[in-house]
Nanobody
C-alpha cells in the first residue's frame, strides 16, 4: 500500500501563488513517477502535471503551462506543485497520484494510488 498526503491548498486571490506538497509513504514503486490532477465542480478530472523519478521527464496540461511547475525531493519522498498567476478557473480539488516510472503518463486511469485531495480556491 502507498499513502499520499497532499497539503498546501487554500483560498487565494487571482494572481497569487500557492505551493502544493504531496508526501508519499508505504511501499512505493521503485522508482515511481507522480502526477497532479484536479477536479472542479461539475467538470471531469483534468491532468495538471507529471514528473518522472529523476525529473528528466515533465509534462503539463495546456491550461497550466507557463504558470505551474512540478518538482520533487526524493530524499523526502515529496512532490511539489508550484502554482503561480492563479486564476479563478484554477479553483478545484487537487490530487496527487503515484505509478511506477515509465514514459510520460497523462491518463488518470494508469495511476494506482491517489491522495485525498486538497482544495484550492481562487477568488477574482
Amino acid at each position: 500500500q502507498v499513502q499520499l498526503v497532499e497539503s498546501g491548498g487554500g483560498l487565494v486571490q487571482a494572481g497569487d501563488s500557492l505551493r502544493l506538497s504531496c508526501a508519499a509513504s508505504g511501499r512505493t514503486a521503485n522508482p515511481y513517477a507522480a502526477g497532479w490532477f484536479r477536479r472542479a465542480p461539475g467538470k471531469e478530472r483534468e491532468f495538471v502535471a507529471f514528473i518522472s523519478w529523476s525529473g528528466n521527464r515533465i509534462a503539463y496540461g495546456d491550461s497550466v503551462k507557463g504558470r505551474f511547475a512540478i518538482s520533487r525531493d526524493n530524499a523526502k519522498n515529496t512532490v511539489y506543485l508550484q502554482m503561480n498567476s492563479l486564476k479563478p478557473e484554477d479553483t478545484a480539488v487537487y490530487y496527487c497520484a503515484h505509478r511506477s516510472d515509465f514514459g510520460v503518463v497523462l491518463s488518470p486511469e494508469l495511476y494506482d494510488y491517489w491522495g485525498q485531495g486538497t482544495q484550492v480556491t481562487v477568488s477574482s
